[in-house]
């Protein structure tokens, strides 16, 4: 017996055995070939507590050496996880894959719930009818939760997300009544605030700014940090903002409609790289040097677009890897019955000076 226990041991020979009984190798069998019970198997594979070091050791090595795999269906049964997460988009599907920011977003996500052993499922909501299908296919058992992107100030989705029976983290603050949900947030009134100072640091007294659109958040913090900082110096602010909607196309038209109102302008504050790309345009058409007439400073730091502007690009850098990383801990949190420590998580930003700056 004992030379057959010690045969048995062996990974071929157990598989061996294994696949001359069933297709593949279940529970039980993990359970047998690392020696311990059925419950110990299963504890140490769904990673609860209770298991000694070395059994939980002995069981992954049991399930890696049989190529075992949990039925996941059944594993959900017990553990109430489904393994997945979504993504909830609340933009234009068309919108979303034309930004820059948001696909950073996508993979970052894509990346980081992978890492955590968590599928990603993606949903776009393009309008208000959208909303219903979104909170059945949430509610409906498929995911443990979602990271939630909603932008814009009077966005029914966050309200109504609040019903949800899985947790929910935002990226960004999502409007006004955003006090009692979980966020995970940039310090965009500070980088504005950076970009400005950088600016006049360098001689610059006539700044205008191209912004986003203002039922945006983000976009009001910038320019609210815009104005501030120039107000602070006594420096004038009225008809020196124009909205180019976060895109290239949008920050062109801005800019040309400031430089109708502000000919003797020296400097931009653009409020993401994608309208700061098309200021530079604007400026060029109309003969002006950057940096030497005009210093323009962008907001996001994009790694494949700031870098790669002419000239290069400066730019308040955020990293929405870092957002994302946050985003599924606070969410992670919640799912384990964890109270975050902070509902609304506040990330810091700076500043990668390059040559649009430098005179």
Same mark, same amino acid.
């Given at each position: ?9 062996? +990974? #071929?020979?157990?598989? *061996? ?27 140490a594979l769904n990673e609860e507590m209770?298991?000694? +070091?070395?059994?939980? %050791?002995?069981?992954?090595? $049991? ?13 959900? *049964? =017990? ?5 997945? =997460?979504?993504? !909830? ?13 948001? &696909? ?16 990603? #499922? ?24 979602? *990271? ?14 609040? @019903? ?19 966020t995970v947030d940039y310090d965009n ?9 950088? &600016? ?14 203002? /039922? ?28 180019? /909607? ?15 109102? %502000? ?7 653009? $409020?993401? /790289? ?5 200021? *530079? ?8 040097? !950057?940096? %030497?007439? =005009? ?10 677009? $700031?870098?790669?502007?002419?000239? +290069? ?5 955020? %990293? ?8 599924? /801990?606070?969410? @992670?949190?919640? &799912?384990?019955?964890?109270? +975050?420590?902070?509902?609304?998580? =506040? ?13």
């Amino acid at each position: 017996m004992a030379c057959l226990r010690q045969y048995l041991s062996t +990974p #071929l020979a157990y598989a *061996l055995q294994v696949g001359s009984t069933q297709d593949r190798p279940t529970l039980e069998d993990v359970a047998a070939y690392a020696g311990v019970s059925r419950s110990t198997a299963s504890r140490a594979l769904n990673e609860e507590m209770y298991v000694s +070091p070395r059994a939980r %050791e002995a069981v992954l090595a $049991a399930a890696r050496d049989l190529g075992y795999s949990p039925n996941q269906a059944a594993r959900s *049964l =017990v553990t109430k996880r489904t393994g997945a =997460v979504a993504l !909830v988009l609340s933009e234009p599907e068309s919108k979303v894959l034309d930004d820059p920011y948001f &696909l950073i977003v996508m993979r970052a996500a894509f990346r980081e719930l992978a890492n955590r052993g968590s599928q990603m #499922l993606v949903m776009f909501v393009d309008a208000p009818d959208d909303i219903p299908r979104t909170m059945k296919f949430l509610d409906g058992g498929h995911v443990d939760g979602a *990271l939630v992107f909603a932008p814009h100030s009077g966005d029914p989705l966050p309200v109504a997300l609040k @019903l949800l029976r899985v947790p929910v983290v935002f990226g960004g603050r999502p409007g006004r009544s955003s006090s009692d949900l979980y966020t995970v947030d940039y310090d965009n009134t500070a980088g504005a605030q950076l970009a400005v100072e950088h &600016l006049l640091s360098v001689g610059k007294r006539n700044i205008v700014t191209v912004c986003g659109p203002q /039922d945006h958040p983000a976009a009001m913090d910038r320019l609210t940090g815009w104005r501030e900082t120039l107000a602070e110096k006594g420096m004038p602010t009225n008809g020196r903002a124009e909205n180019g /909607d976060f895109t290239q196309t949008g920050g062109e038209a801005a800019m040309v409609k400031l430089l109708e109102r %502000e000919p003797d302008l020296d400097a931009v504050f653009a $409020a993401s /790289d994608p309208m700061a790309i098309g200021a *530079l345009r604007a400026l060029k058409a109309a003969g002006r040097r !950057v940096p %030497e007439d =005009v210093a323009i400073v962008g907001f996001d730091d994009n790694p494949k677009l $700031a870098p790669a502007a002419d000239p +290069p690009l400066t730019s308040v850098h955020q %990293e929405p890897a870092e957002q994302v990383k946050q985003m599924v /801990d606070m969410l @992670l949190d919640l &799912l384990a019955g964890q109270t +975050p420590e902070e509902r609304r998580r =506040v990330l810091p930003v700076s500043l990668a000076v390059r040559e649009s700056t430098k005179g």
